[in-house]
């Protein structure tokens, strides 16, 4: 025999022999992972869907090990994420505005703190049809009348006010000073529901994505106080909107900002305006107070 031939099958025995035992931890059969899944399942039902594996594991008292019990749930927590996006999904309006200056959207954030701890706050006002961020209200507080003022000095700017004005409900934009701002400027006023940040997503996302660009977190400590926030966040939304290059038509937002038509003339406000506060009062009329009644506000605007 040549060497060759020996090595074949020396080869072809060794492949013969039953698999070796891989190293590391055995699997876990099956049931023992099905009984784990189902006493996790009931210490969450307990505890509650955002409990962790440590108050998980310490009330199985031992039932379960520590490592089996985080797997374990780590697996229900995934399941509930991808329910709740699903739901999410199927419940989810998306609108799309092919003008400028339809609808703007307003919300405030704590851009850091000074020194001392006194926050900053910043108010931001945005253009859902553009996606531009038209001005930025820094300063200690905000309030009414700062609102009014951001809204004046955008329109001096932009030329004219929205038809839509959506926001929170917080009390900086629902008070008396705003709604007779608004109702003479004949501006509807788009309100979320209570809890439903989604609903004023135009501004969430863009202070997301301010917050980003400049570092700013709450509880960021600004040494330069108001003036720092100002020049950091100017820099972020001025970056954002000019030189960030953007996929589709636009290559930025500033270019999509100039190239979207109006829209809309003063006559269509009036009658917008006169046909939405009747729709308004109809559901003020027909529903009880509470989030059903507000609910009908929103989609007698939209």
Request: no cysteine; proline share 8%.
């Given at each position: 025999m040549t060497e060759h031939t020996l090595h074949n099958w020396t080869q072809r025995d060794a492949s013969s022999e039953p698999e070796r035992a891989r190293p590391g931890r055995p699997?876990?059969?099956?049931?023992?992972v099905r009984s784990a899944l189902r006493k996790v399942r009931r210490e969450m039902r307990?505890?509650?869907?955002?409990?962790?594996?440590?108050?998980?594991?310490?009330a199985l008292e031992g039932a379960v090990s520590v490592a089996l019990a985080q797997r374990c749930l780590a697996l229900w927590k995934k399941r509930n994420?991808?329910?709740?996006r699903l739901l999410r999904g199927g419940l989810r309006q998306t609108i799309e505005i092919p003008a400028r200056d339809v609808l703007w959207s307003q919300?405030?954030?704590?851009?850091?703190r000074r020194d001392g701890g006194e926050p900053v706050m910043a108010d931001v006002l945005r253009d859902a049809g553009a996606r531009r961020t038209l001005?930025?209200?820094?300063?200690?507080?905000?309030?009414?009348d700062t609102v009014i003022a951001q809204l004046e000095a955008t329109r001096r700017v932009r030329g004219r006010l929205p038809l839509v004005l959506s926001s929170d409900n917080g009390p900086a934009y629902c008070n008396?000073?705003?709604?007779?701002y608004l109702e003479r400027h004949q501006v509807l006023h788009l309100k979320?529901?209570?809890?439903?940040p989604q609903h004023n997503a135009w501004a969430e996302r863009g202070i997301g994505a301010l917050r980003r660009e400049s570092g700013i977190a709450s509880h960021t400590v600004l040494a330069g106080g108001v003036s720092e926030a100002i020049a950091r966040l100017g820099e972020a939304a001025w970056r954002l909107d000019t030189q960030r290059r953007r996929p589709g038509d636009y290559p930025t937002i500033e270019a999509r900002d100039n190239a979207l038509p109006h829209g809309y003339d003063e006559h269509l406000r009036a009658r917008l305006y006169r046909a939405a506060c009747a729709r308004l009062e109809d559901a003020l009329h027909e529903h009880p107070p509470g989030r059903k009644r507000r609910r009908a506000q929103r989609e007698a605007i939209l």
């Open positions: 699997a876990t059969p099956a049931p023992v307990r505890q509650g869907r955002t409990a962790g594996w440590r108050p998980i594991a310490a994420r991808t329910r709740l919300d405030a954030m704590q851009a850091g001005s930025l209200s820094i300063g200690s507080e905000v309030s009414g008396e000073a705003v709604a007779d979320t529901l209570p809890r439903t």
